[in-house]
Nanobody
Framework: EVQLQAYGGGLVQAGGYLRLSCAASGFTFDDYNIGWFRQAPGKEREGVSCISSSDISTYYADSVKGRFTISSDNAKSTVYLQMNSLKPEDTADYYC??????????????????WGQGTQVTVSS
């Protein structure tokens, strides 16, 4: 059974940082890419970042470039999203998801078959 467990969200002041984790199980981790998505109230779910261990590729949305860093510990089948210099507009529920193959040029939610539960990130001004 494929399982993705996202955790690490919380409440932080603007300028602060959080590290999200996504623990995966039930599939061959190296064959999949892991994407992070977020959904703010009243908004559509959007791709934030993606990492693929097969070709060591990464993707970042323009809104998070230079502030967020995605990394992978293949031995633990876990992907991390280090979020620095957080802004109030980063407030959202964050989800990790898995899809077979490398990251696409612009990850879209419909591309992903497996999803974890969300973890809430709130950035106060």
């Amino acid at each position: 059974e494929v399982q993705l467990q996202a955790y690490g969200g919380g409440l932080v002041q603007a300028g602060g940082y959080l590290r999200l984790s996504c623990a995966a199980s039930g599939f061959t981790f190296d064959d999949y890419n892991i994407g992070w998505f977020r959904q703010a109230p009243g908004k559509e779910r959007e791709g934030v970042s993606c990492i693929s261990s097969s070709d060591i590729s990464t993707y970042y949305a323009d809104s998070v470039k230079g502030r967020f860093t995605i990394s992978s510990d293949n031995a633990k089948s876990t992907v991390y999203l280090q979020m620095n210099s957080l802004k109030p507009e980063d407030t959202a529920d964050y989800y990790c998801a898995a899809d077979f193959g490398p990251c696409s040029d612009y990850p879209e939610p419909y591309e992903y078959h497996y999803w974890g539960q969300g973890t809430q990130v709130t950035v106060s001004s």
